[in-house]
């Protein structure tokens, strides 16, 4: 099988995420992935952007960046997603309340939960001022 | 700036139903949580948000659905979600959205509801 990997660099905006959809929907059809695979990356890459452009702490002179890398290795679909937006590890984030009523249910923090939920794996790196997070999904 | 987004409404004597078109995401979630809030700030205590012409949803428009929930029970209201795909509903579900926000099958199911 020819390997069709996905490389692209983000521009610092939300406006972005409509682009990196249409990748994702691209490398799906390349590579004949289920519906479930699409949305869930999809919603992984929606959220770990929003949450860096949202959160990130860019350094004053420094273009922000952010690179997202789609491929698929032994059976399994390899995201990785690079920032410079500070360090961060969210791998230490704690989860969500997911379990009181309405009236008392935090609004925000889910975003991160849903991903790590949905990923078979899930990893973090601070390379050469860039947090590298590494997630994988199974094919079967 | 936000994104757009289609909203298509809908109304059935006192059952207000929306329809989100597309994506929502947070480039144009607030577009979405100003159309909800116009619609509870003006009253509105039935409303169904049918989800069947919707192919994604992010946290960032769950988050406008928990807050409109909230502003229709502070008026004794009901919001309803319903016509979610798989991928959609089984984010409900993680979350544990399903639990505080009523998810049914279809807008039928959904007026049966209310």
């Known amino acids: 099988m020819i390997t069709r990997d996905f490389n692209v660099t983000v521009a610092a905006r939300v406006s972005e995420l409509r682009n990196l959809s249409a990748m994702v929907e691209t490398f799906g059809e390349a590579h004949d992935l289920p519906p479930r695979t699409n949305f869930i990356i999809n919603l992984a ?3 770990l952007v929003t949450n860096t452009l949202v959160h990130g ?21 390899i995201v990785v997603v690079q920032s410079n937006g500070g360090k961060f590890d969210p791998t230490k984030n704690t989860n969500p309340d997911t379990t009181s009523e309405l009236d008392s249910r935090p609004i925000g923090g889910l975003g991160l939960h849903l ?11 601070f390379v050469d001022g860039f947090n590298r997070l590494t997630l994988e999904y199974n094919l079967s | ?10 109304r059935e004597s006192d059952i207000l139903t929306l329809v989100p078109v597309g994506r929502v995401d947070s480039s144009n979630a607030p577009v979405f949580e100003r159309v909800l809030k116009d619609w509870i700030d003006d009253g509105e205590t039935n409303i169904i948000v049918d989800f069947s012409k919707l192919s994604f949803i992010s946290s960032s428009g769950m988050r406008v659905l ?31 959205f399903d639990t505080i926000i009523p998810v049914v099958k279809d807008r039928i199911a959904a007026v049966d509801t209310i």
């Not at chain 1, 991903?115 to 790196?125: L, P």
């Open chain 2, 1 to 10: 700036m936000a994104s757009k987004l289609e909203v298509l409404e809908e």
């Open chain 1, 57 to 77: 702490k860019f350094e004053h002179g420094v273009d922000p960046q952010i690179d997202v890398s789609l491929s698929i290795h032994d059976g399994r679909v």
């Open chain 1, 115 to 125: 991903v790590k939920s949905q990923a078979d794996a899930f990893s973090y790196e």
């Open chain 2, 66 to 96: 928990l807050i409109g929930a909230k502003g229709v029970r502070a008026i004794q209201g009901n919001l309803i979600l319903c016509g979610m795909r798989d991928s959609i509903r089984e984010i409900f579900s993680i979350s544990g």
């Open chain 1, 45 to 47: 890459l929606e959220e």
